[in-house]
């Protein structure tokens, strides 16, 4: 079974950075793209990024391009989303989510309804003073 364990969020100020975290279990991430989305209090969810498993292509959404990098580190199994430069926009339930097709994930990062083999449970962001 696909399992994805997202961490590292947390409240953090504005002008502030996270780092998140999202871990595969029970396989490998090797040959799986992930993406990051997230979701805001009443909002409908929003695509953030996404990274291909082989030559780590990565897509980021205009709304946080400059300021939320991904990156991957197969090694530990895990994938990263720096996020700088944090506003109140930027606060909700962060979630990553595993394909085998890197096109699948961007289409979903654009809002296309997509099924993706695997979701994490979330992680939660706040931005605040």
């Known amino acids: 079974q696909l399992q994805l364990v997202e961490s590292g969020g947390g409240l953090v100020q504005p002008g502030g950075s996270l780092r998140l975290s999202c871990t595969a279990h029970g396989f490998t991430l090797n040959y799986h793209a992930i993406g990051w989305f997230r979701q805001a209090p009443g909002k409908e969810r929003e695509g953030v990024s996404c990274i291909s498993h082989g030559d780590q292509r990565t897509y980021i959404a205009d709304s946080v391009k400059g300021r939320f990098t991904i990156s991957r580190d197969n090694a530990k199994n895990t994938i990263y989303l720096f996020m700088n430069n944090l506003t109140a926009e930027d606060a909700g339930v962060y979630y990553c989510?595993?394909?085998?097709?890197?096109?699948?994930?961007?289409?979903?990062?654009?809002?296309?309804?997509?099924?993706?083999?695997?979701w994490g449970q979330g992680t939660l962001v706040t931005v605040s003073s």
């Open positions: 989510a595993a394909d085998r097709f890197m096109t699948s994930l961007e289409d979903a990062i654009r809002g296309s309804p997509v099924n993706l083999d695997a």
